[in-house]
């Protein structure tokens, strides 16, 4: 088997392993059953689980980065399909999001990794909210300093929404992420031109994805 296609294998048996138990209780024959591979392979990939939540990051830095592709000359995409995207990611990747501070904490490869990508996606929303701003999407009284604070906001609640539910052991579900959506709604709703654009009532089909993502 390739080393590519082994890699997919491990990482997304890790993955599901992950959302369901926590990264903490999976062990490596846990993962390499979940893969149909043998620990020796396993390790040769990966040589902690570290590396492999590594991977993970980057898998999930380059699905947040994939917005930006559907920017055209012609036109934005609507707000609540960016939201929508965004808490579909977490969805996916929920468990780093639940045990953020604890993954961060135990490696500084990641916690440097994360502090530089925050950073830069932070300018590259910055300057989507002023491209949204040009053409009436979001209101022309807004200033440099309420953008940065409205980014923040919003920020804290989609990488700490999940830690949240969880501290309060309470199930993360679909109930849960639609729930985020509608604090992250509401608090770019008084700087939107029309607000109706981030009303969203979720239909089944994207009530099932979420559910049955991984």
């Not at 409205?150 to 804290?156: A, C, D, H, P, Y």
Request: charged share 25%; glycine share 2%; net charge neutral.
């Amino acid at each position: 088997m390739a080393t590519r296609e082994t890699q997919i294998k491990i990482t997304m048996a890790a993955l599901a392993l992950f959302n369901k138990y926590g990264s903490a209780s999976v062990s490596f024959d846990k993962i390499a059953s979940k893969a149909g591979i043998s620990k020796g392979n396993l390790h040769y990939h990966y040589s902690s689980k570290e590396e492999i939540v590594m991977a993970l990051w980057k898998q999930l830095e380059t699905k947040q980065h994939s917005w930006k592709a559907d920017i055209s000359n012609s036109g934005l995409p609507p707000l609540s399909a960016i939201l929508l995207n965004q808490f579909e990611i977490i969805w996916e990747y929920r468990f780093i999001y639940s045990e953020l501070n604890f993954l961060l904490d135990k490696d500084p490869d990641l916690s440097y990794r994360f502090a530089k990508k925050r950073a830069e996606r932070m300018e590259e929303i910055a300057q989507f909210c002023k491209a949204m701003i040009k053409r009436s999407l979001l209101k022309s009284s807004m200033t440099e300093p309420e953008i940065y604070r409205l980014i923040k906001s919003v920020w804290v609640i989609s990488d700490y929404w999940l830690s949240y539910v969880s501290a309060g052991r309470q199930e993360i579900n679909c109930e849960v992420m639609t729930e985020g959506y509608e604090l992250i709604a509401h608090l770019i709703k008084p700087y939107a031109i029309d607000p109706s654009v981030l009303h969203h009532t979720f239909t089944r089909s994207e009530i099932m994805h979420l559910n049955n993502a991984m």
